[in-house]
């Protein structure tokens, strides 16, 4: 009878998640009080792309959390480039394909080899970064958390296939995203529809080949704000003087972004049909990796002067190689950078203090409005406001008073 009641409790807080209206006031009136901060942006919202989504989270007495979500400038159908942001349901999908295949010998240590067999293609046998020189889904996964690998992502795209990547996307109700290319390997409209063939080692013995897979289908999703700037430099770094299409790039909205969070971070508040298959190992795994600083890492091992301990989170620390991170805060995060564009989708906790909220962002600087130039002004408006954003409600999260702490123990991870 308990279980019964557990069940159907969990059910309509995951109901009530999704039929909660959202506040779009909050927000702008808690920027405003700090002009110093962000009125230079607030006054250009538009030109500077701003979307914010920003969700408190109060547990009750039996820890279950609650949530009330906050939006400022928000339009899931007003396009921005994702960037990096795409790798992390890339990630869970690739970690869910490992779970579901049931092969005896097969997991996410297993050695991943990838051929080729199609135009621009490149093969993987070996990965120097891994602990055992092989590469693997999970040491994919380590390098996409720590520093945001593209080949890393790249790889893992190929494994679970453009198709299923977009199937995926659709059954969890991620209607304002799509995953349609690879990274940093001038993928076009041809060769992004291929991906090579792979296959995987257990001990030395092939436990599962996957040949390479073709993916004639399209995603559209009606969006605006497809076509931007004024000029852009091509692939042969020619000046093009007509603005910027990103119709055939990939998607994926703040509201899309922060669920993935939301699921990733509590999925016993989601009906089992509606949580990731990951098992809790899988969990282990993202969780000590997203919070994880590359500093802290042996395999992979980073340089600290270019990967330096708070590289990879924007929110709340900006792109300072200086500052400290504070002790007592955790940010489990994937953030994206690309286009003028910066992008973070971010949990944080406070032990300490018992804070966590959810906060998910976007900022572009593009004045000059020539893409693909990489000019563009990060270190002027586009740091400076993630660090002011995560700051502000951090700040704000410290004074809010709350009937019942969060107990945090599940997200202290060994690093």
């Not at 199937?167 to 001038?186: C, E, F």
């Not at 340089?303 to 400290?324: C, H, Q, R």
Request: with cysteine; charged share 25%.
């Amino acid at each position: 009878m308990k279980t019964i009641l557990s069940v159907t409790l969990l059910s309509l807080i995951s109901i009530k998640i999704h039929a909660q209206k959202i506040d779009t006031t909050y927000l702008e009136k808690l920027l405003r009080s700090h002009p110093d901060k962000f009125s230079h942006i607030l006054n250009h919202p538009q030109r500077n792309q701003v979307q914010i989504r920003y969700t408190q989270i109060d547990r009750d007495k039996d820890n279950v959390p609650h949530f009330k979500t906050y939006s400022y400038n928000l339009d899931d159908h007003r396009y921005f480039f994702p960037a990096s942001t795409v790798k992390l349901p890339t990630l869970i999908f690739a970690l869910e394909k490992i779970n579901k295949l049931k092969i005896s010998g097969l997991n996410k240590e297993s050695t991943m080899i990838t051929g080729a067999d199609f135009d621009k293609q490149t093969t993987v046998e070996k990965d120097s970064t891994a602990q055992n020189g092989l590469p693997s889904i999970a040491h994919y996964i380590r390098k996409v958390l720590l520093v945001s690998d593209n080949d890393a992502y790249n790889r893992l795209y190929e494994f679970v296939g453009r198709a299923e990547l977009n199937q995926r996307l659709k059954d969890y109700g991620l209607t304002t995203s799509r995953i349609l290319n690879r990274y940093a390997v001038k993928d076009t409209e041809l060769t992004s529809r291929h991906t090579n063939p792979v296959s995987f080692y257990t001990n030395g013995k092939m436990v599962y080949d996957q040949p390479g897979k073709f993916d004639p289908a399209n995603y559209p999703i009606e969006l605006s704000n497809l076509v931007m700037g004024k000029a852009y430099l091509d692939s042969s770094d020619r000046l093009v003087n007509k603005p910027f299409n990103m119709t055939n790039r990939n998607a994926f909205s703040m509201t899309d972004q922060q669920e993935v969070m939301k699921k990733l971070i509590f999925p016993e508040v989601f009906p089992l049909k509606e949580r990731f298959q990951l098992m809790p190992d899988d969990y282990n795994l993202i969780y000590t990796y997203m919070s994880k600083y590359p500093t802290e890492s042996d395999y992979p091992k980073y340089d600290p002067k270019e990967n330096w301990t708070t590289s990879a989170k924007f929110l709340f620390y900006g792109a300072d190689s200086t500052v400290t991170p504070n002790p007592d805060i955790r940010i489990f995060n994937k953030y994206g950078d690309s286009y003028g564009f910066i992008i973070d989708n971010s949990y944080f906790v406070d032990f300490k203090n018992k804070v966590e909220f959810l906060l998910t962002a976007i900022v572009q600087s593009n004045d000059d409005e020539i893409y693909n130039d990489g000019k563009y002004e990060y270190k002027e408006v586009c740091y400076p406001f993630m660090k002011n954003l995560g700051q502000v409600i951090y700040e704000t999260e410290l004074k809010r008073k709350k009937k019942y702490l969060p107990d945090l123990t599940k997200y202290k991870m060994k690093y």
